[in-house]
């Protein structure tokens, strides 16, 4: 299972989620605490291996301006909250899609991208509020062609939960490795060994 690291801000936080095995890197340039600027983005990524993604997470962007952030930050993919992605952009894209009950059944159907990404309902901010949406309200069984990421409100104390539940593609998390609201290295590094361990059972 892969682990994306998300809202992340400085450079020693990017290096502590590579060191650990982090498979995606998420970057916030939507209305967030977490926000940064695609140069900040450039910079602090330097030294990310290509074999690490590095996404930017976007709240119904501007197609023009998704695009500029995508070429200024030299982002590999783009995850969109807040719209349904009918455009076709030059990284693939992660679709965010809120459980919520019915309507998220709607926004399921017309989703196009390969990636799906199931989140708690927004809050403040969309997306990183620590909060675990009601798993039961999501079946899977119809979306075996697609590339499932579970993220809202994981920890290292439930993150093996969701894996044997949804059994996902990837796993998201950015409130679950911060202390006071700061991102805390050492549970970056406890999250992505939990998430990779794999006799959990």
Known sequence: MKVKICGLKTKKQVDTAVKNG??????????????ISPDEVREITKDVPETVKK?????APKYEEAERI???AKLDMLQIHGMVATDQYSVPIIQAISVDG?????????ATTDYLLFDAPPQEFVGGNGQ???????A???LTDKKIVIAGGL???NVQEAKRMFSPYAVDVSSGVETDGIKDLKKISAFLKKAKEENNV
């Open 55 to 59: 996404v930017g997470v976007m709240v």
């Open 22 to 35: 982090a498979d995606y890197l998420g970057f916030v340039f939507a209305e967030s605490k977490r926000k």
């Open 102 to 110: 019915d309507e998220q059944i709607k926004r399921i159907q017309a």
């Open 155 to 157: 920890t290292i104390e």
């Open 140 to 142: 899977l069984d119809q």
């Open 132 to 138: 675990v949406f009601d798993w039961e309200k999501l």
């Open 70 to 72: 995508i070429q200024q």
